[in-house]
T-cell receptor, first 117, second 114 residues
Framework: EADIYQTPRYLVIGTGKKITLECSQT?????MYWYQQDPGMELHLIHY???????EKGDLSSESTVSRIRTEHFPLTLESARPSHTSQYLC????????????????FGPGTRLLVL | AQSVTQPDIHITVSEGASLELRCNYS??????LFWYVQSPGQGLQLLLK??????LVQGIKGFEAEFKRSQSSFNLRKPSVHWSDAAEYFC????????????FGKGTKLSVKP
């Protein structure tokens, strides 16, 4: 069983508020990811990190930002929440492998459901 | 561009019946392929994965999947469905050269009739 945690699980907030979604993993994984998932839709990668001080943008453009100051922690921040940010946000982690032919599994957290009014 | 297609949005099967969920991918090289399951209010759990070798892959909870290069498919199967299998199932392919970034299909919701 993977140890990856997300808080809060549910968040209802007003427009214009700053929010931070927390993600922590205790597996020592180098690589971490943030996905956005709308109901009935596929997951879209919005941010990822190869390790401490590494952050990259994913396939889906997002107004959120991330930071990676510690290996185990990968928070996502929205400076000014809007109703269009309403979605589910899933965090994942994996062991980084640079060797071709090997690929480690991504482990997912339970997700944060965000509703912006 | 790489893509993953799950043609069935929603499938309903009777408990004890067999199940096949379809997944097709678009990718130039041999992909790394995954099936994940998501129960309501939960994150994704890996069912199985294919990297190379035997094209029939066994996973957890009695699931298996078969990689067919000629059909660009990676369909998920289970011989006898249990009520607890009701969930959403996502097929995913690793983006080449990305060291692990995945593209997901839109998912198939499975309902199980008693």
């Amino acid at each position: 069983e993977a140890d990856i945690y997300q808080t809060p699980r549910y968040l209802v907030i007003g427009t214009g508020k700053k929010i931070t979604l927390e993600c922590s993993q205790t597996m020592g994984h180098d690589k971490m990811y943030w996905y956005q998932q709308d109901p009935g839709m596929e997951l879209h990668l919005i941010h990822y990190s190869y390790g401490v001080n590494s952050t990259e943008k994913g396939d889906l453009s997002s107004e959120s930002t991330v930071s990676r100051i510690r290996t185990e922690h990968f928070p996502l921040t929205l400076e000014s929440a809007r109703p269009s940010h309403t979605s589910q946000y899933l965090c994942a982690s994996s062991v980084l492998s640079w060797t071709s032919g090997t690929q480690e599994t991504q482990y997912f957290g339970p997700g944060t459901r965000l509703l912006v009014l | 561009a790489q893509s993953v297609t799950q043609p069935d949005i929603h499938i309903t099967v009777s408990e004890g019946a067999s199940l096949e969920l379809r997944c097709n991918y678009s990718y130039g090289a041999t992909p790394y392929l995954f099936w994940y399951v998501q129960s309501p209010g939960q994150g994704l759990q890996l069912l199985l994965k294919y990297f190379s070798g035997d094209t029939l892959v066994q996973g957890i909870k009695g699931f298996e999947a078969e990689f067919k290069r000629s059909q660009s498919s990676f369909n998920l199967r289970k011989p006898s469905v249990h009520w607890s299998d009701a969930a959403e199932y996502f097929c995913a392919v690793e983006i080449g050269g990305s060291q692990g970034n995945l593209i997901f299909g839109k998912g198939t919701k499975l309902s199980v009739k008693p």
